[in-house]
């Protein structure tokens, strides 16, 4: 157990600038110096320093019943303020058996709004009226605060085995702009760590052709190394004739080496490879949606005409990572991590064939890599003032375009520096923190862009973007040990990509985003039940905010079209509340709502999201059991077009506007182990999701079949 509680928190990502690298350098040395002298000195003042010695205990924060080594966690959030941070651990995830990382994430907190833009297995997260992070094991897989529409995937999520996941925590307030670089939050997915030996097979079979195998083998081999190693093949037809079959299969290995008390190795490895299809409807009967006069339906895409779907593959995910840590002694750390992820697949339509207006409706192969590299730095000082520093660089490559954006060739590096501080005023009941971010793209190639216009269609190439700066600070105050009161502050400056990139050709602004967070915990103490309640309010003003703006051709074919943007100044408010109880020894319930308004209206983005959860588990009768489930208002995802009409106007369409939202997505899991007591014992189990029979044709292109049901056989060996 003491190997695994040395390696209980992996590295977040930090990021930093290609100019400052040299001064970044220095400061790193200067930091070094002044963080490692004195603790030597002190050290080797009672005499020399035994290679056997035991490594001193780190002082650690307690916030919000959360607890972290700032030492060994380069990267932790600052106070991991309960209020503004909310995790799912791996018991829970047991327990609510996910078929997918994002039917967990969909179900994690009210302030996590998703919507997938009538595509199945296309999931937009918003936190605070903002695109979200999503970062695994330290590696950002999407950067939600980028405005390159093209880099990183969320789909990514699909493929991610539920079982490979120790935990998923959501950094909602504004701390996210230093570690994950959103101004609305990050998304934090830690994978599996080594626990004693034991081995495990998990079989499942369920409705609509739904058969899943997971293995899974453990073992801490000596107190220097152990592995966490996953094995798992999912299988899903869906409904006869919907083109919604899902099928793939993975492998994960996790190996830990300290081969002394002051050195962490961690090397993670996860690849996947599948098929998915996108579902085929037909919503033009039911009025949702309407053609466009004059352009053949079957040279539509799928997001324009669901009729003819698509079909991906295979769908290939290799994710490596090398991560370590460097404990200098008691008060300083460095971390180095390596990444890379690869991503392929080859996506057709099984259906039509043609061309289609937004690229070729037989599809292509797409091929995007990236690879990064992170240093970070951390200092704990006497007196309890933690200092963090990171510098980090990531290449991404796409030489083949993605889905219909065909025949591209986009590259680009992306060089990041953070800066953070966290001070205690008074212990831990009064607590300063603040910290800055900054973010450089070089364009290496960006073909999704065009040169001013009346000029023939050129790609961006060789050209330094604008820096994006981040500030972030903050102050908790922990008024008695029952109350929290928590404020801060962020603001962020973007630039857009390409300034050209508008329906008139005009120059694009720069956007200026201001976040004020405030948040309150209360802990009742004095009834028989533990009970807390948390209020989190928000306001985000954007100026200038770069809002999609539909699409346009730029050449005189009309075969290729680009996205373009509009500046508008936008105000996003709402907040959430959630209440946490103990209803008895056996029940414990927890209730929320997250609400959010725009100014203007934003149609597109949920307003409304509430969950609840209801946890049931006996140990005598070895039964545990949860009822789950979330609204989420109603919402529309539409999809407009430019074209030239007869008289050589241009002209804008509305292809699609689908109704989504205002529903309850239910879930249950009920398991029971065959031996009590035993946490060995084999264990039955049922899953039912989406338990009120939501029909798949009141939802678009949702992945939503009806009612699903899947029986489970679990055993040690």
């Known amino acids: 157990m003491e190997f695994i509680k040395k390696f209980e928190f992996t590295s977040r990502h930090g990021f930093v600038k290609t100019a400052a690298v040299k001064l970044a350098a220095a400061f790193f040395v200067l930091a070094f110096a002044a963080g490692t002298v004195p603790a030597a000195a002190a050290e080797w003042k009672n005499g020399a320093i035994k290679n056997d010695r ?7 924060s307690v916030m919000g019943e959360k607890i972290y080594d700032p030492i060994a966690e380069p990267t932790a959030v600052p106070l991991n303020n309960s209020t503004f941070t909310e995790s799912i651990d791996r018991k829970a995830i047991e327990l609510r058996n996910p078929f997918t990382a994002t039917e967990l994430i969909s179900f994690i907190s009210p302030s996590v709004l998703r919507s997938n833009q009538n595509r199945k297995y296309r999931s937009f997260f918003d936190i605070r009226g903002s695109k979200v992070s999503l970062i695994l094991d330290g590696f950002v897989v999407q950067d939600g605060s980028s405005n390159s529409g093209m880099r990183g995937d969320d789909r990514l999520l699909e493929f991610l085995n539920p079982d490979i996941i120790e935990s998923v925590e959501v950094m909602k307030d504004s701390t996210a702009l230093i570690y994950g670089g959103a101004k609305g939050g990050t998304i934090y997915i830690r994978t599996r760590k080594p626990e004693k030996k034991h081995n495990r097979l998990k079989l499942e079979l369920g409705t609509f052709g739904e058969f899943t195998t997971k293995l899974s083998l453990t073992d801490i081999i000596d107190k220097k190394s152990a592995y966490f190693a996953a094995f798992n093949h999912r299988k899903f037809d869906g409904p006869d004739g919907k083109n919604a079959a899902f099928n793939d299969t993975g492998a994960f290995l996790k190996y830990f080496y300290s081969p002394t008390k002051h050195d962490d190795f961690v090397f993670t490895y996860n690849s996947e490879i599948g098929m998915y299809q996108i579902p085929v409807d037909d919503p033009e009967a039911s009025g949702q949606f309407k053609l466009v006069p004059g352009i053949d339906p079957k040279t539509y895409s799928i997001v324009i005409d669901p009729r003819y779907g698509w079909s ?10 090398l991560n370590y840590t460097k404990k200098w002694n008691s008060r300083q750390s460095t971390n180095f991590q390596l990444s890379r992820l690869e991503v392929t697949n080859d996506f057709h339509n099984p259906r039509g064939v043609g061309a289609a207006p937004v690229g070729h409706i037989d599809g292509h192969h797409v091929l995007e890599t990236t690879n990064a590299m992170a240093l970070r730095h951390t200092i704990k000082t006497g007196g309890g003032t933690i200092y963090r520093m990171g510098y980090s660089l990531d290449h991404w490559y796409n030489p083949t375009g993605k889905l219909y954006w065909e025949k591209m060739n986009n590259e680009d590096k992306k060089h990041t520096m953070y800066l953070q501080t966290e001070v205690p005023l008074s212990g831990d009941r009064l607590v300063l923190d603040a910290g800055y971010r900054r973010d450089r793209r070089y364009i290496i190639r960006e073909q999704k862009s065009r040169t001013p216009a009346g000029k023939a269609l050129a790609p961006i190439t060789d050209q330094w973007e604008d820096p994006r700066n981040s500030v972030s600070t903050g102050l908790t105050w922990k008024v008695t040990k029952n109350d929290t009161l928590s404020l801060r502050y962020a603001s962020l400056v ?19 985003d201001k976040i004020i967070n405030f948040g309150v915990e209360h802990k009742f103490k004095n009834i028989s039940r ?11 003003d954007m100026k200038n905010s770069l809002v999609d703006d539909g699409t346009k051709f730029i050449d005189a074919a009309k075969t290729t079209v680009m996205r373009a943007f509009k500046n508008t100044d936008t105000v996003s408010r709402g907040g959430e509340i959630k209440l946490n109880t103990k209803l008895s020894e056996l029940f414990d319930l927890s209730v929320g709502a997250g609400l959010a308004s725009y100014s203007p209206d934003l149609t597109t983005k949920p307003k409304k999201n509430y969950i609840a959860e209801l946890k049931y588990e006996n140990g005598r009768s070895g039964i545990s059991a949860g009822l789950y489930g979330r609204f989420v208002g109603s919402f529309d995802s539409s999809t407009s077009y430019n074209f030239k009409d007869a008289a050589n106007k241009t002209t804008t369409r509305s292809l699609a506007n689908y109704q989504l939202g205002n529903f309850w997505d239910l879930g249950f899991n009920v398991s029971k182990k ?12 049922l899953t039912v999701r989406n338990l009120l029979d939501k029909k798949y044709e009141t939802m678009p292109l949702a992945p939503d079949f009806g009612r699903r049901a899947t029986l489970g056989y679990e055993i040690d060996f």
């Open 494 to 512: 973007m630039t857009p990509v390409d300034r050209k990139a508008t329906q008139s050709g005009a120059d694009l602004a720069d956007e200026t």
């Open 530 to 540: 533990p009970t807390s309640i948390e209020l989190n309010i928000f306001r985000n």
């Open 312 to 321: 991906y593959e295979p769908w290939k995910n290799n994710f490596s990572d």
């Open 54 to 60: 035991a490594i001193e205990l780190n002082p650690i």
């Open 674 to 685: 065959l031996t009590p007591g035993d946490e060995h014992s084999p264990k039955i189990s």
